[in-house]
């Protein structure tokens, strides 16, 4: 039985921006909608759906609706599938567009017009707009618009996406037209179907040939490169500089992610606390005290602290981005990625990763191949995020002498630098292995990805995605991990400790339990049992294992230096063996609900988080295993 | 000709896409971002030692294509036309 869906749509015209990836589009929509934005997923697929509002001089309002970029209306991707059905009228829950703004970039009008031929027959009301007529014009482009329009017996409007009056004349156009009768600017028949394999092939060859035929009749058939764009690639993609300059780019960014978050992460802690002081002084001693301070204050703060890492790793993403150096940086790695089955593409998201896996696996919603994306996705967890580093920094200060080895180089930094080495050789050994196991009718993986023109970044623009990001970030740490938070806390505080109980609460709760359990499955990996306790609070947030395992081993939870009044328990109590098994655990554990919980929304259901979640455990203990036992073979049990 | 067997900054035109029987979808796929028949095409770099990936212009954009995709592109020296 099918169940009929009703929608309602508010009577505000809507109007879908369509143009080719790179296009400028973007930048228009930002223009024409400025922070009026809201960004969300299409129903029932991963592709980001950005609508914003404008109000015309009339004082009416519409609603905008920027289109994923596509090089076709025959859907080749996820994106341009979207694209297809919103203007077919047939994507869940959306509204068929009253009008279609055809973005072309008057820099590469060949390619854009085809699209503009498709849109004409999807018979909906249609104008076009060409952006980017400044870099046009300085690079001696002389485009007639009165011509073009036409040529395409449509209205041609001009726009500069990077100049803030830039969209003033598609503004004054849609306040001037009658909402009520559309119909002049409408070329086809209103029933259009979406393009089959044989029409599309059709439509391509005669959409060439007229395409040609306008060129030539504005005389525009001539090809101008850009000679800027040009003259960098010389230095940015040389074969020996380019990848030098890469290297040098990246470790500035990681440079900076890491030092020029300290102080606002120093200042979410120190609020964090101050704000569970207060409330703890306000509140008698209940389990709802300790629920809001011991569960929601502190697994929201854990994982709310590594929000300025994320921006701060996302500004230099998107300023790379806009700039266009970002694919180029794939276009330099694609044949290392290549080795192991991936492409350049998955760069972006194994980039991200290294401070939180989460925004990296939202970030392969740019993977066009599907299977790429899997394995993208699989891998992410295993690049060093920066939740593991607590961890890292208290075991290796605990266990790790102090000291100089040659050439200056310190024993503990590179003990880290090998912890983060092993994640990525892993991941590739993992990738290696899907590779092979993946069927042959997807080995055929394409590149094809565009390099466009470099450009200054706005400054707008940037602003406007990284306050997306962050939005989109909280929304999540306010819904499922608030949810998985309050869940864990039950586990670690109820039942309740019975009467002249000796050790510490946590010992008694179901979390205790779990622990206690789990000292069987830890053990042959030597994991005592404070360990094995404190790793089940520690699915939460990574780092949280550090104050769990101040709380099992009875310090005052409040301490604000768990990890200091730590060091001297654990050097003592636990063997150097155990100590390096842990660090290998941690390396490959999937020791994070929140990135399983990202990875069952993005793949949009249960299978690929449990091969994750057990391929992830697997390989950790598989490691540790070895860790433990060549230690003791050593003789540093 | 094929676009893996010219030279670097020399120009040719689009002839044809021959996709392997294996993977059709590829023709439309590069028809799609601008390797129609007549277009002019140059390869600005072949990667380290030529073996890609490829920087290759054709009209007004630029692109990387792995060398397995130029492979499928039939060119011509632009000078025949």
Not at chain 1, 118 to 147: E, H, S, Y
Not at chain 1, 354 to 379: E, K, Q, W, Y
Not at chain 2, 5 to 15: G, K, L
């Amino acid at each position: 039985m099918s169940e009929s869906k009703v929608h309602f749509f508010s009577s505000e015209p809507l109007v879908a921006l369509l143009g080719n990836p790179n296009c400028g589009k973007t930048a228009l929509f930002n223009l024409l909608t400025g922070s009026r934005q809201k960004v969300a997923n299409y129903s029932g697929v991963t592709v980001e759906r950005k609508e914003g509002r404008l109000t015309l001089e009339s004082g009416k309002n519409i609603r905008i609706l920027d289109l994923p970029g596509a090089y076709s209306l025959y859907p080749r991707s996820l994106d341009e599938k979207v694209t297809c059905n919103v203007l077919l009228g047939r994507a869940e829950g959306e509204k068929r567009p009253d009008l279609v703004i055809c973005v072309l970039s008057a820099m590469n009008l060949r390619r854009n017009l085809r699209l503009v031929l498709a849109a004409k027959r999807l018979g909906l009301p249609c104008i076009v707009v060409l952006n980017m007529l400044d870099i046009a014009k300085r690079q001696g482009l002389q485009i007639d618009t009165a011509a073009l329009s036409g040529e395409l017996g449509l209205p041609v409007l001009t726009s500069i996406g990077i100049q803030s009056d830039g969209a003033d004349e598609i503004k004054q156009f849609l306040a001037n037209l009658d909402w009520r009768n559309l119909d002049g600017l409408r070329t086809g028949t209103s029933d259009a179907t979406l393009e089959n394999v044989a029409s599309h092939i059709a439509h391509t060859e005669t959409d060439n040939i007229q395409v040609q035929r306008i060129l030539q009749n504005l005389k525009l058939d001539q090809i101008i490169p850009d000679q800027l764009s040009d003259r960098l690639d010389a230095v940015l993609l040389h074969p020996v500089l380019g990848p030098i300059i890469l290297v040098a780019l990246l470790f500035c960014i990681f440079q900076a992610v890491f030092s020029w978050a300290t102080v606002p992460m120093d200042l979410i802690k120190s609020s964090v606390e101050y704000l569970g002081m207060h409330i703890g002084a306000l509140l008698p001693d209940t389990w709802l005290r300790s629920l809001l301070i011991n569960g929601i204050l502190a697994g929201l703060g854990g994982v709310v602290i590594f929000l300025p890492q994320i921006l701060i790793l996302f500004f230099f993403i998107l300023l790379l981005e806009e700039s266009g150096y970002l694919p180029r940086a794939a276009y330099l790695l694609d044949r290392v990625m290549g080795s192991v089955g991936l492409s350049g593409r998955s760069f972006i998201p194994l980039l991200s990763s290294f401070a939180c896996a989460i925004p990296g696996i939202m970030a392969t919603r740019s993977i066009s191949n599907a299977r790429d994306r899997m394995v993208t996705i699989l891998i992410a967890p295993m690049m060093t995020c920066s939740a593991r580093l607590p961890v890292y920094a208290l075991l290796i200060s605990a266990f790790i002498p102090e000291q100089k080895l040659w050439a200056g180089i310190d024993l503990q930094g590179l003990v880290l630098f090998l912890l983060y080495l092993a994640g990525i050789l892993g991941a590739m050994v993992v990738a290696w292995i899907l590779k092979r196991f993946t069927s042959a009718q997807f080995k055929m993986n394409a590149l094809m990805m565009e390099l466009p023109s470099y450009h200054l970044p706005r400054l707008g623009n940037l602003a406007i995605s990284l306050w997306q990001r962050a939005e989109i970030f909280l929304r999540r740490v306010g819904g499922i991990i608030l949810l998985m938070t309050i869940g864990l806390w039950v586990l670690s505080s109820f039942p309740f400790p019975p009467e002249g109980a000796t050790g510490s609460p946590i010992q008694y709760s179901f979390a205790g339990m779990i622990g206690q359990a789990l000292t069987h499955v830890f053990s042959p990996i030597g994991f005592n049992w404070q360990i094995s306790i404190a790793l089940v609070p520690g699915m939460a947030a990574r780092e949280v294992v550090v104050s769990s395992l101040a709380t099992v081993y009875a310090l005052s939870s409040s301490s604000i230096d768990a990890s200091e009044a730590l060091i001297p328990l654990i050097s003592s109590g636990w063997s150097l063996a155990t100590a390096l098994s842990l660090l290998a655990w941690f390396v490959f554990a999937p020791q994070c609900l929140s990135t399983i919980a990202a990875v069952k929304r993005e793949t949009g259901g249960w299978k690929i988080p449990v091969i994750m979640l057990s391929y992830l455990f697997g390989l950790a203990y598989l490691a540790s295993f070895i860790t433990y036992r060549l230690a003791i073979f050593l003789g540093l049990g | 000709m094929h676009l893996d067997q010219v030279d670097v900054n020399a120009a040719y035109r689009v002839c044809a896409i021959d996709a392997p029987k294996g993977a059709p979808q590829i023709k439309g796929q590069l028809e799609d971002i601008g390797f129609l028949p007549g277009e002019q095409v140059t390869v600005l770099r072949k990667g380290l030692l030529g073996k890609g990936p490829y920087m290759v212009r054709v009209g007004a954009s630029t692109f990387a294509l792995r060398k397995s995709e130029a492979r499928m592109i039939a060119v011509e020296s632009a000078s025949h036309v």
